[in-house]
């Protein structure tokens, strides 16, 4: 089947009872068993749902993984993967990830004596030098978070397996529409499935697909055991966001780049970060391992901090507020708000100054969206 089919179908086949062709959303906590220790599958919510089975079977194969565990959200997902780890363990990432997960590395794993080295991940070179003995996982962006820097995932795949360590990729940027690492040699892809797969804003969720039996034992174990499982209502409005996932993902593309574009010659605009652009630098290795440029684009405003402020107060269409990927449009500035957990000095030095403006393009029409960004701007 191909992916599109498989988004309506796959763990989504007619409940036996009743012949609903709509996963039912099981809302129970536990499950009555016949006699001890003898039951139909389930003993617990926090263990298993059939909802939450769907779900996690469906997105393992829109992923290309044999093995799926969806989580409460995106950092339920990155807290559980990490706590696979132990203390002394070493962990080389992305310089430019999104804030909660520097958060969650920086002022929570390190307490519990997790190590971590962040790097430009688009250079090899530099992923090389930052390994250690006791590195035992790399950690990619690809786009990053709100630089939109690109990393060459086969690349960085093939030296992880060279020297034992896993790769991870968070592709919530791209969705499995548009890019699966696991297909380029990475072991584990995540999600923070609030995003493009739910689709609508109207529900947090994570997951994390691997071909590994191993790394899936330990994570389901870990799943069940630290608890940050979603609710089967939360599972059932994912899997329902996933039915459309192809299609919108192919307005937000097509918009995007039209928008970028635009941006790329507005006189108020410094200039833009999209992998859709010929000009960016991470545009061929992106076009080798993605079918789009994804929906995000962040750009510079002349002006300074005035200027962007005033710009993401003036627009319309475009809602000021955090998260991406929705059907609605969105617009933030990382240094107040997404990324605001990292301290100023690593933000300037990354790239992510007071005029840096991230826009998440929605399903909207593109004229509407164009005009709405041209009022904005002219406050700026």
Request: hydrophobic content about 40%.
């Amino acid at each position: 089947m191909r992916f599109q089919t498989r988004a309506i179908h796959v763990g989504q086949e007619p409940e036996s009872k009743t012949g609903a062709v709509v996963v039912p959303i099981f809302q129970t906590s536990t499950y009555a068993q016949a006699a001890p220790g003898v039951h139909k599958g389930h003993e617990y919510s926090r263990t298993s749902n059939p909802t939450r089975d769907a779900l996690q079977e469906c997105l393992a194969s829109l992923e290309s993984a044999r093995h799926g565990l969806a989580f409460a959200s995106g950092m339920a997902a990155s807290s559980t993967l990490l706590l696979a780890l132990s203390s002394g363990d070493h962990v080389v990432s992305s310089d430019d990830v999104y804030g909660g997960t520097f958060r969650v590395f920086d002022k929570v794993m390190r307490r519990h004596g997790l190590e971590f080295t962040q790097v430009d991940t688009s250079s090899i070179d530099a992923v090389r030098a930052a390994l250690r003995p006791a590195t035992k996982l790399v950690w990619v962006e690809s786009p990053t978070n709100p630089l939109l820097g690109i990393t060459d995932i086969a690349a960085v795949a093939t030296l992880c397996r060279e020297r034992g360590i896993t790769l991870v990729v968070d592709n919530t940027f791209m969705s499995p529409a548009l890019q699966r690492p696991l297909e380029l040699g990475a072991d584990l892809v995540l999600h923070s499935t609030t995003k493009y797969i739910g689709g609508h804003s109207d529900v947090v969720g994570g997951f994390i697909g691997t071909n590994s039996a191993e790394w899936h034992e330990r994570l389901k174990f870990l799943q069940n055991a630290a608890g940050g499982v979603p609710g089967p209502f939360d599972a059932w409005l994912t899997l329902r966001g996933l039915k459309t996932l192809a299609l919108r993902m192919e307005t937000h593309c097509r918009s995007a780049l039209q928008i970028a574009e635009w941006l790329s010659t507005h006189e108020r605009v410094e200039n833009v970060l999209y992998p859709g652009l010929a000009t960016h630098p991470g545009h061929a290795v992106h076009a080798r391992q993605a079918s789009g440029g994804g929906g995000v684009i962040s750009f510079r405003v002349k002006g300074g901090l005035d200027a962007a402020r005033r710009v993401c107060s003036a627009t319309k269409l475009f809602f000021l507020a955090e998260s991406l990927g929705g059907v609605e449009s969105l617009i933030e500035h990382p240094a107040i708000m997404t990324h605001a957990s990292v301290p100023v000095e690593q933000r300037t030095a990354r790239g992510i100054g007071d005029n840096l403006i991230r826009i998440s393009v929605g399903i909207e029409h593109l004229e509407d969206l164009r005009a709405d960004l041209a009022q904005a701007l002219a406050h700026a």
